[in-house]
């Protein structure tokens, strides 16, 4: 059975700093890539960072510089550490995780980001 699992939201206000975290259990082996997305109040859901097995990693343009996605050693955990946070990084933050031997994209239940003074 597979579970995608956030943590790390909160309060911030900005340019301050969180740490997101997230685990995926499951048949980890098989696990291709994992990111985090995110989706503001009346905004679609956007890629913000994603991160592939071979460590290949992408942003979205909004974020570069000041986020950054590593993977713990497990290679089925990840983190999004976000620096000099912005009013327009409030959103629900959400972690995927996508295993080659289902083929399919997993999601977490979401955390939520706020920065505000």
């Known amino acids: 059975q597979v579970h995608v699992v956030e943590s790390g939201g909160g309060l911030a206000q900005p340019g301050g700093s969180l740490r997101l975290s997230c685990a995926a259990s499951g048949s980890i082996f098989s696990i291709e890539r994992m990111g985090w997305y995110r989706q503001g109040p009346g905004m679609q859901r956007e890629l913000v960072a994603a991160?592939?097995?071979?460590?290949?990693?992408n942003y979205a343009d909004s974020v570069k510089g000041r986020f950054t996605i590593s993977r713990g050693n497990a290679k089925n955990t990840v983190y999004l550490q976000m620096n000099s946070l912005e009013p327009e990084d409030t959103a629900v933050y959400y972690c995927?995780?996508?295993?080659?031997?289902?083929?399919?994209?997993?999601w977490g239940q979401g955390t939520q980001v706020t920065v505000s003074s």
């Open positions: 995927s995780a996508r295993f080659a031997v289902y083929d399919r994209d997993y």
């Open positions: 991160i592939t097995s071979g460590g290949n990693t």
